[in-house]
């Protein structure tokens, strides 16, 4: 069964219910003093990638057009950001 709403105090006890509603793609109205507060309702989460496709990848970074940069500009340039964000002590 369906839950149509949920008390702030019931999503304590009801919290299994609560995740089953969710899981079946029902939504939730919370209830907070008699009032409806919110609406909870199931996360659109994507599918993940099946396949990995390393020439549609090697397309869409030629697209990019982005610059040729060595190990040591890489990590001249990753060191520069560090101590701007953290400060000259960690390097």
């Known amino acids: 069964m369906y839950m149509n709403y949920i008390t702030t105090t019931q999503l304590r006890t009801k919290s ?3 995740v089953e ?8 109205s919370l209830i907070h003093r008699s009032k409806v ?3 909870i309702r ?3 989460e994507p599918k ?3 396949k990995f496709d390393i020439k549609k990848l090697q397309k869409l970074a030629e697209k ?3 610059p040729k ?4 500009e890489r990590e001249k340039r990753y060191r520069n950001h560090l ?3 953290y400060g000259k002590g960690l390097s």
């Open 64 to 66: 990019l057009n982005l």
């Open 69 to 72: 940069t060595s190990y040591k």
């Open 37 to 39: 507060v919110a609406e």
């Open 83 to 85: 101590t701007e964000k």
């Open 16 to 18: 299994s219910e609560l």
């Open 42 to 44: 199931p996360k659109n």
């Open 48 to 50: 993940p990638l099946t």
């Open 21 to 28: 509603t969710l899981k079946k793609g029902g939504s939730v």
